[in-house]
């Protein structure tokens, strides 16, 4: 056996893969106002830890009953270390797409774009792909 394909790969390629993450968004911290917040309760990415808050900028347009947003992913602890983001979500069906960019910190490299989706009550999903990418 020669181990797992790319376990010898150098540190110096881009890290990437899947994302999986899900967040909360309980009235006590998500209303719908602009600087409104949700809060990660899983992640499969090491740098979006839980507790990690995802703030809005915008509020949601209730009269078409759509999210489009600005969001920084704010991780807990010392340190800048945030995720720069656009989410664009309907609010009927629950379903959405965030595209993130950038950042400062762990995220100045950061890449992702996930599909957003209602678990239940104030529990979201976003499935989807990232990366770290020094090169550009």
């Known amino acids: 056996g020669s181990g797992p394909v790319g376990a010898h790969v150098s540190a110096s390629f881009p890290r990437s893969g899947d994302l ?3 967040k909360t968004c309980p009235p006590s911290t998500y209303t719908g106002a602009a600087g409104d917040f ?4 899983s ?11 995802v703030v809005y900028a915008q509020a949601p347009d209730f009269s078409t009953l759509s999210l489009d947003s ?5 991780i807990p602890g010392p340190g800048n270390n945030t995720a720069f983001g656009h989410c664009q979500v309907n609010l009927i069906s ?13 995220f100045t490299h950061f ?3 996930v599909n957003g989706a209602l ?5 979201w999903s976003w499935d989807g792909a990232y990366s ?3 090169r550009d």
Do not use: M, Q, W, Y
């Open 20 to 22: 999986h993450v899900t």
């Open 38 to 41: 949700c809060t990660i309760t």
């Open 43 to 53: 992640s499969n990415v090491a740098e979006i830890e839980v507790g990690s808050r």
């Open 70 to 74: 600005d969001v920084v992913i704010d």
């Open 94 to 106: 629950g379903i959405g797409l965030c595209t993130f960019s950038g950042g400062t910190g762990k």
């Open 111 to 113: 890449h992702g774009s």
């Open 119 to 123: 678990l239940g009550g104030p529990d």
């Open 132 to 134: 770290f990418d020094p």
